[in-house]
């Protein structure tokens, strides 16, 4: 089989390279770090790709060459990741942890609401035209994550004697939470998809960041005084996390080890 390689727009900054295998292309997000001794190529499963760490003064040439030789890799882990499942009719999706699917309304008076179903089933009804399915239901899910993450992180700042921080939410895709050295939260709003309880220990785990800048001994102990949650949280969110990126477009779940040289 042949492999070939191209540096979009033949430049350094443009930082991914394009390999094409068994009819397949992939994208590898190109990473330079200054403490990197070797070459890192890992599948990303929130994203759907590949990126190759790289030390700071390694060559393009030699990072397109480590990821030809591992092209066959990269395709096989992509292969294997979950199959994506779109906010649609019928889908059934995790709410708080909960299997919901998804009732098309178009005739029906609101955006989106919440029922129990006959069989314990929940049932998320999105009224209006089908092709605004999905971004209603984001915009749903995020007003939801956004009123419980407030909830929560009021409740744990209070507790350790800090005032309420400031809250942002987006999609990302390497941490569920952060903390910024000014003392702003962020947050993934998919939290809303996963356990009240995980969703909990996150807003505390953030709080406790604005003690604690770090995971020390400390940070830990006052993490697990304020939310007991804490070990099983961290467990589901080993066990589970990365499924929840599954839902919606273009997001997946998956896990896979690196390959380095």
Known sequence: MRLFRSIENARPQSGVIELRHDGETYRVQLRRVDTARRFILRVRGATRDAVLTMPRRASLKDAAEFAERN?????????????????????????????????????????????????????????????????????????????ELVAAVGHYAQTIGKSMPPITLKDTTTRWGSCSASGALNFSWRLILAPTDVLKYLAAHEVCHLVHMNHSARFWKLCRSICPETDAAEAWLKAHGLDLYRYGAKRVGGATRPVTF
């Open 71 to 147: 092209a066959a890799w990269v395709g096989v882990r992509l292969r294997r990741l979950p199959q994506q499942v779109g906010f649609v009719d019928g889908v059934v999706f995790p709410l708080r942890g909960a299997p919901t699917r998804i009732v098309h309304a178009p005739g029906a008076r609101g955006v989106v609401w919440l029922t129990a179903g006959e069989t314990g089933e929940q049932k998320l009804y999105v009224a209006g035209d089908g092709a605004h399915i999905d971004r209603r239901l984001r915009d749903w899910l995020k007003t939801q994550a956004r009123i």
